[in-house]
């Protein structure tokens, strides 16, 4: 990702020296992305950065019309409380859509538009919420603040619904794409692939899902038995080691850990029969082919109250 911006002239290597001193000053440990120290430096664009780390991590862009969005948010608003509303505006996450998910089986699925995809804080906000299931994609800080600004603007200022003109020339342009992406076009996103797993997990009576490298580079999902373990990925899979890294740069930061030593976190979804908690586990595999990270994920469905 960084290599991208480079070549696009976003960024140069006099940021990418001044990003890596910066790491490198974490220390061992649990160091955050190099590309969002990247973004703290003075001079660099910061939408640009988000908007490629958001490319290569597979979220889509939000193809926002402020009329049929603020149309969208006229129905729906109602469904979050006032509370639920700070918080979206504190973490510039804005509902957008609903639609239905690309996976056979799983209900209605809300589309919730940010700057910031990747933010852990955006992820843990969002599991509090009793929508279903949830889909992230990226959309410029700029665009979402325009139409926070339309949405609770006073009633005496509020934009004529007859002429959508108003609202498309009052929202910046979205920064230019990055031309790379971690998931081929057509793929599930790394969300997605997630709430299967968590589907998967539920269906599991308890029992671990693993998710490893096939060796090959794309995830594979066995569900140890007695006999050993068995394939259940029903050709579902993405790429492992951008996987991995969405799940350690979303799910498994800014969170308490409950075991240092494999770095095990729990987290909670509300699905269609009510509320889920989930323990996910990251570990290393003895069996990692060159190449390859080597990290191996379970997941486990929870009874907290046990």
Known sequence: MVIALLFEEAITMDDVRRAWEAWERYGEGRRPPL???????????????RAAAAHAYGFARADISPYATLAFLEMYAHQFSGTQWERMIELCVLPVAQ??????????????????PLRPEVHQFLETLKQDRFELVYAPESKLVALFTLLFAPEDEEPAWDDPTPFQARLPDDPPASPRSEQPAGALTFGEYLEWLLERAVGAAGASLVVQDDGRGWTQVVVP???GGSSDDDGVRVRHDPFVRYVQDTLLEARPVASDAARTVLIQRWLEDGLHHFEIQLSASPDASPGRTGAVLHIRAVDVAA
């Open 99 to 116: 639609r239905m998910p690309r996976i056979s089986g799983a209900g209605n699925c809300w589309v919730f538009a940010t700057c910031d």
């Open 225 to 227: 038995v007695d006999d």
């Open 35 to 49: 590309w969002r120290v990247l973004a703290e430096q003075p001079g660099i664009d910061v939408e640009a950065v």
